[in-house]
């Protein structure tokens, strides 16, 4: 078996694999119905939600899918959004935003920083904006975005808060409660630990009711056709029923291990790969203050090509990350998300020092 130290997707348990041998089932009767009820409740339950707060929706296809419906559907006609911009998926939503004729401003910084509270005080105050979408943790570095200065800031402006969590949740504290996002956008083979086909958001119900007067800007992505049909026990278009069935038994999985037990297993994770790498003479691409639990960006030495420390990792049984973008040539990424003893991460320490030696 491969361990994967790629954000995604992830090392699965074997219950979790087990639920994709399920039966074959019609999409339009009431087993399907009753697993993709089955799923929405978990969603609300396992991330501390309240079902009068927020309202949970299924997407068949990967996190971008989930992030393209959000960004499409969240916005009014003649609408306005505002990008928090600090590597690969911040600049993602803007280009969506861009497919979507959707007017859209950004508040940027370089990859590795938050983009200063000043900034984003300055364009909140020079536009006026209907939402404001922010990466939870940017999966081009590891960097997690200050989600208590942006949501204050946000709702200080009267704009909706749309969050690109893809990478994040299940893996990092999120508080709803606290940070009040209309909308969350997720998938079900990071750190909730399904399998990959499948995504949801979590939507402020109001904001839900709101956004059927929105445009709608696509057929398939339209998050309140997906929302309205799930509403009524059925749905919209053809989903990856076996996913599904491996979705729900991957968020039994994390009901039993808590997400705060995960967030305490993942963190465990990362204190060895990051002690692994620097005693090995790595140097690590962010401050620890900025680091998620779940993502490692480390600087290539000098000389050492990222594909001969691929390659002699995957020897033994490791995948590692390429960097991305602007910093591809300079970095690799080393993720801690999935269902992986702490044993491996111990092994992989070995391996890694042993191929830089
Ligand atoms: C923060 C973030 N957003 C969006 C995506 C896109 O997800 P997918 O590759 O499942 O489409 C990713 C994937 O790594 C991600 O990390």
């Not at 402006?157 to 909308?183: C, I, K, N």
């Not at 056709?225 to 059925?234: K, M, T």
């Not at 599904?244 to 991957?250: F, I, R, V, Y």
């Not at 995960?262 to 692994?276: E, H, P, Q, S, W």
């Amino acid at each position: 078996m491969q361990i994967l130290l790629n954000p995604g997707p992830v090392n699965v348990s074997a219950r979790v694999r087990a639920a994709l041998n399920g039966p074959d089932r019609c999409h339009r009767e009431s087993e399907y119905f009753d697993l993709q009820d089955a799923i929405r409740s978990r969603l609300t339950g396992v991330f501390g939600t309240s079902p009068d707060a927020y309202t949970p929706v299924l997407l068949t296809g990967s996190g971008t899918a989930m992030v393209e419906a959000m960004i499409a559907s969240c916005v009014p006609e003649g609408g306005r959004l505002l990008v928090v911009r600090n590597g690969v998926y911040g600049d993602r939503m803007a280009r969506i935003a861009a497919v979507h004729r959707i007017a859209t401003d950004a508040v940027a910084s370089v990859w590795i920083a938050r983009p200063p509270r000043e900034s984003l005080e300055r364009a909140l105050r020079a536009e006026r904006y209907d939402a404001v979408a922010v990466v939870h943790q940017e999966t081009t570095t590891g960097l997690l975005n200050d989600m208590e200065t942006v949501s204050e800031l946000v709702h200080a402006a009267g704009a909706r808060l749309l969050v690109d969590a893809v990478s994040a949740l299940g893996g990092e504290p999120f508080d709803f409660a606290r940070w009040r996002p209309d909308a969350v956008a997720c998938t079900a083979n990071k750190c909730v630990q399904g399998l990959p086909g499948l995504s949801f958001a979590l939507v402020r119900r109001g904001f839900m009711e709101e956004m059927q007067s929105y445009p709608e800007r696509t057929l398939y992505l339209h998050l309140p056709r997906h929302h309205a049909s799930q509403e009524q026990r059925s749905t919209a278009f053809t989903p990856a029923i076996q996913v599904a069935d491996a979705l729900k038994a991957a968020l039994d999985e994390l009901f039993e291990e808590t997400v705060a037990g995960r967030i305490d297993r993942y963190a465990r994770a990362a204190t060895i790969v990051r002690d692994g790498l620097e005693a090995s003479g790595f140097a690590l691409l962010l401050p620890q203050a900025l680091r998620s639990n779940t993502l490692t960006t480390a600087m290539l030495p000098a000389g050492f090509g990222y594909e001969s420390l691929h390659d002699a990792l995957k020897r033994e049984g490791f995948v590692i990350y390429a960097g991305q973008g602007q910093l591809s040539h300079a970095t690799f990424r080393v993720a801690n998300m999935g269902q992986v003893a702490e044993d491996e991460f111990h092994r992989f320490v070995r391996a890694i020092g042993a191929a830089v030696a």
